[in-house]
């Protein structure tokens, strides 16, 4: 899958005192099986474009091609598809479901597809396996380490078969050691052949090997573009 | 899977409900033969009100009441409650007074 | 279908997962059907026993007006009033009211000719003897061959032999009921010779009733016919439960539940809104997360329907309604115990329904609304 931003920009609360230019004309475009991150200080503007680049928010102006399609002026309902089918999140805070089980939270995004139940618990204890977290299947995930939890939330983003995996500071609560290890399931996951995306500032994660480039940042703009 | 878990305690409650209604429509039978006797006792004692709130005139015997009830039975009588605000006036007194 | 069976399973473990939250709201919200639904229930139960026991009341009752205010009727009037085509009988009532000082109640003294004598197996009832309602029996602590005193205009202590207690079940009719012969009421109460409390007027055509009440107001100007439509019409609005104060009685918890549900059911948890914000960004739909609220409210509130209902019928109709008597019952010393006949009509559970379930869902869907249609980046930021 192909994502190409053309001059997009982002604006928070436009018009008033409050407003913010959070992204600020960025061009950009991400290849199939690619392992992109986008670096740089805190308030730089990479959630805002990561989240433009997953269809999770629209930007205020410019366009966003996936596939050679404008997606910014499309239906909500389209972009949820697009989530649905195309995407996998990994969030900062990992954002799973307390009080409900491991294996209940990876089914999540499986729920809306119109799968049958045989099929998703087929998909899940694949992905499980694949994670080495079978046996937390039952267990809640407030029960769980923090590195199995970051487990259940690659799980969870890679559970749709997404083409586009994207992951907002991924290592930010993991120690060095739980650090590598995302790294090396990232490997794993380009090896598949999807694309990943990686808003981070650790230099564990943008100075990587398995990294194809870095997208510098700051205050909303992109300052320059290396391996 | 919790649905079931869910829609056996509704169906139940449902059921229940149910019974419940159906358990009064046969009592309702039962009791209908009861009031039936207690219609005779209204034609022997020639009674026109039900024995419910027996403070006040008006609320013993709606039916029978004055107009200017609330209070009658001294000035500074206190307006019985609940009663008294359940207790409306009755049709009868509403009625235009014809002049003859 | 399975999407929706899937959401459906979602929002129920939704529910399991803030349990106490949910069993405060359920226990909250079914203790306000039960109320509503007790005070429905018995109001109307009462209004039916009333149609159907006052049915058999007389068709016409005639008071005297005088200087405006209800005095003696003079017996000839029996005369005028037969004379009238379609009158089957007139004849005079002898009854009054009897406050009893030492139990602080009030009995409705009642006189009866031997001749329609109510009590089967008792032909007659001697001069010195009453008949007496459960309620004047339980203060009083009366029972049969005790003596029920009364005190007389002149201020004489009088003794009656209770001959009889009518029994609970006619309690609603009879319950402070102290009936006496006819020769003894006059006597006790010195009403004049030739004169009665009132007429009672029997009818034999039913459809002409108005026309005859319209006749005797025509031929004695001073009498005030009362006929038993307008009996039953009082009785019809006297438990019309939205003039009901009793239902005002319970508006404060009526509030303090809306306080409670709004602030619980309304506003979302920072939590709450993460659990939309995370669902939308894995692919859930708007549709799909108002879905899942909705099959939330909707299990929740019906619970709390059935769970209300049921109970308010048991209390009504099985316990005699125990918690809304001591309510109802007010300054009322005697107040008859409310075994009633169990009647409901659908429509009233659907009302119930329709104020209950209704409002609930809307209240609950509209916020989630808002939330589900924003940006998920933006949910889950905040
Ligand atoms: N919902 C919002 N409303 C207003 N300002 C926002 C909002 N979200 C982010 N911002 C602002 O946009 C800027 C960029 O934020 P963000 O994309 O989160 O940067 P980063 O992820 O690099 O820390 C910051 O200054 C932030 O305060
Ligand atoms: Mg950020």
């Known amino acids: 899958m192909a994502i190409v931003l053309e001059d997009v920009t982002k604006i928070y609360n436009p018009g008033q005192p409050n407003e913010v230019h959070a992204v600020k004309g960025v061009s950009l475009r991400i290849g199939k099986n690619e392992v992109v991150i986008l670096k740089g200080p805190s308030g730089s503007g990479k959630t805002s474009l990561l989240s433009i680049i997953g269809c999770m928010s629209r930007p205020t102006s410019g366009r966003v091609l996936v596939n050679g399609r404008d997606v910014a002026k499309l239906p909500e309902r389209f972009l949820t598809e697009i989530r649905r089918q195309r995407c996998g999140f990994i969030f900062q805070q990992f954002n799973l479901l307390r009080g409900i089980t491991v294996k209940e939270n990876i089914m999540l995004p499986l729920y809306p597809a119109g799968v049958s139940l045989g099929e998703i618990k087929r998909r899940t204890e694949e992905v499980m396996d694949l994670l080495q977290i079978s046996h937390r299947a039952n267990f809640r995930v407030e029960q769980l380490s923090g590195g199995e939890q970051q487990r259940v939330a690659i799980a969870r983003a890679l559970v749709n078969d997404p083409e586009i995996v994207l992951a907002d500071e991924p290592t930010a609560h993991l120690d060095t050691h739980l650090s590598e290890e995302f790294l090396r399931m990232i490997s794993e996951i380009k090896g598949a052949g999807k694309t990943v995306v990686i808003a981070t500032h650790d230099p564990l994660v943008y100075e990587s090997s398995l990294v194809d480039r870095v997208i510098h940042m700051r205050d909303g703009i992109i300052l320059e573009e290396g391996q | 899977m919790k649905y079931r878990r869910f829609l056996i305690l509704l169906i139940t409650e449902s059921l229940i409900l149910l019974g419940l209604l159906l358990w009064g429509h046969y009592r309702g039978q039962t009791e209908f033969v009861r009031l039936t006797g207690l219609k005779d006792l209204v034609t022997s004692l020639m009674l026109t009100d039900l024995s419910i709130w027996t403070e006040a005139r008006y609320t013993r015997h709606p039916s029978q009441t004055d107009l200017f009830s609330a209070f009658q039975d001294c000035p500074g009588c206190l307006e019985h409650f609940p009663s008294g605000s359940i207790v409306s006036v009755p049709p009868h007194l509403r009625r235009p007074e014809e002049i003859p | ?382």
């Open chain 3, 1 to 382: 279908m399975r999407r929706h069976l899937f959401i459906l399973e979602f929002a129920l473990s939704g529910l399991c997962r803030r349990r106490y939250k949910n069993l405060a709201l359920l226990v909250a919200y079914s203790l306000l059907i039960f109320i509503i639904s007790s005070i429905l229930f018995l109001t109307h139960a009462l209004k039916r026993e009333a149609e159907l026991l006052l049915q058999s009341s007389p068709e016409i009752t005639v008071q005297r007006l005088m200087a405006g205010r209800h005095a003696l009727v003079p017996v000839d009037w029996v005369d005028t009033i037969v004379s009238i085509p379609g009158v089957i009988d007139a004849s005079p009532r002898y009854w009054g009211y009897y406050y009893d000082p030492f139990t602080g109640a009030n009995f409705t003294v009642l006189g009866v000719r031997s001749s329609e004598f109510p009590l089967k197996g008792r032909e007659d009832l001697d001069p010195e003897d009453c008949l007496i309602g459960s309620g004047v029996s339980e203060t009083g602590l009366l029972r049969t061959g005790d003596s029920l005193v009364m005190v007389d205009p002149e201020g004489i202590a009088r003794p009656f032999r209770v001959a009889g207690v009518f029994s609970t079940s006619s309690s609603i009719l009879t319950n402070d009921l102290v009936v006496l012969k006819e020769e003894t009421i006059k006597r006790f109460f010195q009403i004049p010779e030739g004169y009665a409390v009132d007429l009672v007027v029997r009818v034999a055509n039913p459809s002409e009733i108005d026309t005859i009440a319209k006749k005797i107001k025509e031929k004695i100007p001073s009498s005030r016919p009362i006929t038993r439509t307008e009996i039953l019409r009082t009785y019809e609005s006297l438990f019309d439960w939205r003039s009901g104060m009793v239902l005002s009685m319970f508006i404060g918890a009526l509030l303090a539940f809306f306080i409670f549900a709004w602030d619980k059911a309304t506003g979302l948890s920072a939590e709450e809104r993460r659990e939309i914000g995370v669902l939308k960004a894995i692919g859930w739909d708007s549709s799909d997360i108002m879905e899942m609220k909705f099959w939330e409210g909707l299990v929740l509130s019906s619970l709390a329907y059935l769970t209300g209902t049921i109970t308010g019928f048991v209390h009504v109709f099985m316990l005699g309604a125990p918690l809304l008597e001591s309510a109802l019952k007010g300054w009322s010393v005697l107040f008859p115990s409310l075994k009633l006949r169990p009647v409901i009509e659908v429509y009233q559970l659907m009302v119930l329904l329709f104020l209950t379930v209704v409002p609930y869902m809307a209240a609950t869907i509209a916020p989630s609304w808002k939330a589900a249609m924003t940006d998920p980046e933006e949910v889950i930021r905040s």
